[in-house]
């Protein structure tokens, strides 16, 4: 097998601008980006964490991921918090707000990824997510904890 996609890249680059854009415009009412989402994403499934950790999770460098919890903080998106056991560490965890506006969010999600897949069978939809998950283990050596079928489930 040496069939090659050489717009690969550009292809999933597309198709993952195509999707932000569209998240972005339908929960612009909130004021929050779609990379201060998937924080509050991450802390809402997974629980509190520490800024090092999200940024490690945001793939972005801890001054910008601290950044982005002072605006969310000042918002009343997350607080931050003593670390339960390291006392030299804060831990960063969603409000009530973060917490009810979550399901609407959970919602827009989910419409943009059914119609960005209208035209794909239900086959073709399996097919397209494992060939997405294997391009990311091969280039990763696993598949991240939030990428895996169970966790977007």
């Known amino acids: 097998m040496d069939y090659r996609i ?14 932000r854009r569209q998240f972005e415009a339908q929960t612009a009412i909130y004021g929050l980006s779609a990379t201060q989402w998937r924080l509050l994403g991450l ?16 793939d972005v460098e801890p001054m910008s991921v601290s950044r982005l919890i002072d605006r ?10 003593p670390h339960p056991e390291d006392r030299r560490a804060r831990i960063v965890l969603p ?3 973060a917490r009810e506006a ?4 959970k919602r827009v999600i989910h419409d943009i990824c059914a119609e960005a ?5 239900d086959d073709e939809r399996r097919t397209f997510e494992k ?3 294997a391009v990311t283990e091969t280039l990763t050596g696993a598949v991240p904890r939030d990428l895996r079928p169970e966790a977007v489930a």
């Open 6 to 19: 050489d717009a690969l890249a550009m292809l999933l680059s597309d198709a993952s601008r195509a999707i």
């Open 43 to 58: 802390t809402l499934r997974d629980g509190p964490m520490t800024q090092a950790m999200l940024a490690e999770r945001l």
């Open 72 to 81: 969310m903080e000042q918002s009343g998106w997350v607080v931050r918090a």
């Open 95 to 97: 409000t009530d707000r």
């Open 102 to 105: 979550a399901p609407e969010v």
């Open 117 to 121: 897949l209208t035209a794909l069978s």
């Open 131 to 133: 060939a997405l998950l």
